[in-house]
């Protein structure tokens, strides 16, 4: 028996049964309680190899893959639980292109930059980079799949440019550096495989990264970036 075939055993064995004295329970036969006339001697010699009527394994074998079985239940119902456009019924593009990459900008599969173009409350066109992955960490996107507010950049994402007041201003993310010495424009690093991307429209966006205007009834402009690290972790 390989190593898979092995832990596919383990695991029916586990989800099997709930406590491991139930699996030796399972494994006594009548005639062991018969002859033995004691349920805790015989789950004894089941646990030792001595008496069982199929494959035995260890305590702490059964033991760790349950929790690992169970953690990783916890874990599965927690990310459901935490995506923010599930069950909504969204309408515009921007939206819903956001809610499809709520999950993998989440668990770090893709990481997305969103450019966005538009006026604020004060009637002003602002527009910046904004890393997708660090704001879903930082703020509750429910009020933006619900339409309570719109998603605009601020002056604490990547970049954020007030085009009447002239204010630019740069911050890196935990995900990305900001490069903004590069004379054909703005770039950003991907931290985990320092990656490059580029979102000049004349220039490709770079390895593993694709450029998706989205058209949308919400804003003037909006682009996504995605780019996908190759990096194992």
Not at 73 to 80: G, M, P
Not at 108 to 120: A, E, H, L, T
Not at 192 to 220: F, H, M, W
Request: hydrophobic share 30%.
């Amino acid at each position: 028996m390989d190593q898979d075939e092995g832990l596919t055993a383990v695991d029916n064995i586990v989800t099997q049964f709930s406590t491991y004295e139930d699996f030796l329970d399972s494994q006594i036969t009548t005639v062991d309680l018969y002859y033995l006339e004691d349920e805790s001697l015989a789950r004894q010699l089941v646990e030792l190899g001595y008496r069982g009527t199929g494959d035995i394994i260890k305590r702490e074998d059964f033991e760790a893959r349950k929790a690992a079985i169970e953690i990783a239940r916890l874990a599965e119902r927690t990310q459901k639980k935490a995506l923010t456009s599930a069950g909504k019924d969204l309408q515009d593009n921007f939206l819903k292109a956001l809610a499809v990459r709520e999950e993998d900008n989440r668990n770090g599969k893709v990481s997305s930059v969103i450019f966005i173009r538009d006026k604020n409350s004060h009637g002003q066109e602002v527009s910046g980079y904004i890393d997708y992955a660090h704001r879903l960490k930082t703020e509750d996107f429910e009020v933006y799949f619900t339409g309570k507010k719109r998603l605009l950049p601020k002056s604490t994402d990547l970049s954020f440019y007030n085009w009447d007041s002239q204010i630019a201003v740069c911050n890196s993310s935990p995900n990305y550096q900001v490069i903004s010495d590069n004379p054909e424009g703005l770039l950003f690093k991907y931290k985990r495989d320092r990656k490059i991307l580029n979102v000049d429209p004349k220039a490709p966006p770079g390895d593993n990264s694709s450029r998706i205007p989205i058209q949308t009834e919400l804003y003037t402009q909006t682009i996504i970036f995605d780019h996908i690290s190759r990096r194992k972790t």
